[in-house]
């Protein structure tokens, strides 16, 4: 029996894009089913009861919930193309070590900068360069967190990319200036088709942020 694979998203997800690029690379087929996040439909909550979050992916009717765990699920079910984590336990753990840390800093880091008010926007803008700058001496002369290919942790990164002229334009900075070893390495990120039909635009990621500042009374 052929897979059934769906993936429950919400185009300016980095979460999102997560599972899209993981699937790209991985050349697996799936119906890709657009989630409204203020009306969650029955199918959402069923598939993701305890967060009730996007993304899921739900292959032959289970659902597999939290970007990163999908990503690591994805590398082991479709394994015989494009690995995306190294046999190697050690470097394993320490691709794992760095996607958490993404997790941890960077959304918030971000969201401080385009959502935030005063202080907040300076602070966010601090910790954002911070996070980024530590990530260059990760990535040091690689061509990919991953090595000579995209891996879990460039798949972890990269959607943020799209996100990066909001932070730009919304915390008056460049990104670019300040951490020009990021901005080289998602060139070469987007280079490839399983990330550039991944991500959204970045001015339409930047119309939607504008929206959501709108739509939540922190203009
Ligand atoms: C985060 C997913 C998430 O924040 C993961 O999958 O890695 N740790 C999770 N999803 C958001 C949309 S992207 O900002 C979401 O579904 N929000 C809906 C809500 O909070 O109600």
Do not use: T
């Not at 941890?104 to 008010?117: E, I, S």
């Not at 001496?137 to 002229?165: N, P, Q, T």
């Amino acid at each position: 029996m052929a897979d059934e694979v769906k993936l429950l998203d919400f185009w300016p997800s980095m979460f999102g894009m997560r599972v899209r690029i993981a699937l790209a690379e991985k050349g697996v087929a799936y119906e890709y089913m657009e989630q409204d996040l203020r009306n969650k439909s029955p199918l959402l909550l069923q598939m993701n009861p305890v967060y009730k979050k996007i993304p899921v992916l739900v292959h032959n009717g289970r659902p597999i919930c939290e970007s990163s765990i999908i990503v690591q699920y994805i590398d082991e079910v479709w394994k015989d193309k494009a690995p995306l984590l190294s046999s190697d336990p050690y470097q394993r753990a320490q691709a794992r070590f760095w996607v958490d840390f993404i997790d941890k800093k960077l959304y918030d880091a971000g969201r401080k900068v385009w959502a935030g008010k005063g202080e907040e926007v300076e602070a966010g803008k601090k910790e954002l360069i911070g996070v980024l700058k530590q990530l260059e001496e990760v990535l040091g002369e690689k061509g990919f967190f991953g090595g000579e290919r995209l891996g879990f942790v460039d798949i972890a990164l990269i959607g943020f990319h799209s996100w990066f002229y909001s932070y730009e334009a919304f915390g008056k900075l460049s990104i670019e200036a300040e951490c020009p070893k990021i901005m080289g390495w998602a060139k070469r990120c987007l280079e490839k088709e399983s990330v550039s039909k991944s991500l959204p635009d970045s001015k339409k990621v930047y119309d939607f942020a504008v929206q959501m500042k709108k739509a939540l009374g922190l203009e």
